[in-house]
């Protein structure tokens, strides 16, 4: 088992940052790999970014990219996910997963681990 707690979430103007964090707990030496996700009322839980803890690569989200920054701390267990030129539209909540296997990163299929969530609100 994996337990997944995330952070730094909460209330920013339009075009300010946020770095949110991730700290994992118990089996973390078999996580391939972490994932953020998001979801706004009413909407679908959506891909933001995810990383791979065996070969350091990284994905993102169209809607986030060059935006958003995930990275990771090896020895504090922790994923982060910088967020910089925040946007009303990126308000949710922010969602931190993990797996143990490769594969299907961008979906939440892809992850049997979930964080509870932080929630982050971008006011116009």
């Known amino acids: 088992q994996v337990q997944l707690v995330e952070s730094g979430g909460g209330l920013v103007q339009a075009g300010g940052s946020l770095r949110l964090s991730c700290t994992a707990s118990?089996?973390?030496?078999?996580?391939?790999?972490t994932g953020w996700f998001r979801q706004a009322p009413g909407k679908e839980r959506e891909f933001v970014a995810a990383n791979n803890w065996i070969g350091g690569n990284t994905l993102y989200a169209d809607s986030v990219k060059g935006r958003f920054t995930i990275s990771r701390d090896k020895a504090k267990n922790t994923v982060y996910l910088q967020m910089n030129s925040l946007k009303p539209e990126d308000t949710a909540v922010y969602l931190c997963?993990?797996?143990?296997?490769?594969?299907?990163?961008?979906?939440?299929?892809?992850?049997?681990?979930w964080g509870q969530g932080t929630q982050v609100t971008v006011s116009s």
């Open positions: 997963a993990a797996d143990e296997h490769p594969g299907r990163a961008t979906m939440t299929s892809g992850y049997d681990y």
């Open positions: 118990g089996r973390t030496f078999s996580i391939y790999k």
